[in-house]
């Protein structure tokens, strides 16, 4: 799926006034790319998202997806760090509720929530439910939850921030094999600039609130998706560019809280 957004703005209402989230914001995003975004807390990145999945409406500018101009929410599906699957269902329940809300039958969608549930190593825990799981493995539903409806893009919001190290490298490496069998087009919003650089085709930087794409980079063929040498030089030197322009964005919105 390809994405464009054009002059991207989201203001909203306070006591003390208008404040503007994002300003302007340009983006194209390639089909089955995968886009990795970082940058200041508080800049805009989860709101960019939830635009992009029709949760929220921009105050201005516009959105393309494959030059339809609309935003739509059976285009995208989101994954938050909060897995966010419903404590009343079992697992195989959850992960085919998207498609109950499709409707899909529900021999089908059972069929199809099995077969995701086995890829992710799930498939002797179909019927308990998230209470009795560990983090990574709610996080595990919830990206068969989102892969199983067949979204033309994924949409990631720090999925794996919550996790400890372990885990999330685990899950890093899942990500990836899903991508490559897939070939879906993900947007990953992630606060840990290696993790960026590991999976990405690009990494997008933001700056400090108003929120706008200041600068990318192309993650270059020997360090992309090469979760097997996570210490390559080009990796550190990378990441030490990134986080000298994101700690300028920093810098900036601290002097302009001093200056009152």
């Not at 006591?15 to 503007?20: A, F």
């Not at 919550?162 to 890093?172: E, G, I, V």
């Not at 550190?236 to 560019?241: M, N, P, V, Y």
Request: hydrophobic share 40%; aromatic share 8%; net charge neutral.
């Amino acid at each position: 799926m390809n994405l464009t957004i054009r002059d991207l703005s989201k203001s909203y209402a306070s006591r003390s006034g208008n404040i503007l989230a994002l300003d302007s914001l340009d983006l194209e995003i390639n089909p089955q790319e995968f886009i990795s975004i970082v940058g200041p807390s508080g800049c805009g990145k989860s709101t960019l998202l939830k635009i992009i999945a029709g949760i929220l409406p921009p105050t201005s500018g516009y959105i393309d997806f494959d030059d339809s101009n609309t935003t739509h929410l059976l285009q995208t599906d989101l994954v938050f760090q909060e897995h966010g699957l419903f404590p009343w269902l079992d697992v195989v329940s959850n992960v085919a509720f998207g498609l109950k809300m499709q409707g899909v039958s529900k021999q089908l969608r059972t069929e199809k929530a099995l077969a995701f549930l086995n890829k992710f190593g799930l498939k002797d825990f179909t019927h308990v439910y998230p209470y009795q799981l560990s983090g990574g493995m709610k996080q595990r539903v919830a990206l068969a939850r989102a892969i199983v409806s067949n979204p033309g893009m994924l949409l990631m919001d720090e999925p794996f921030g919550a996790l400890d190290s372990q885990t999330r490298m685990l899950l890093q490496e899942e990500l990836i094999k899903l991508w490559r069998d897939y070939r879906k087009t993900v947007i990953f919003v992630t606060h840990d600039i290696d993790e960026a650089i590991l999976l990405s085709d690009r990494v997008l930087i933001m700056s400090g609130r108003p929120g706008k794409i200041i600068k990318q980079y192309l993650v270059p063929a020997e360090i992309r998706r090469n979760l097997s040498d996570r210490f390559h030089p080009m990796i550190h030197d990378l990441k030490k560019e990134i986080w000298h322009l994101i700690k300028n964005e920093v810098q900036k919105e601290i002097q302009v809280e001093l200056n009152g």
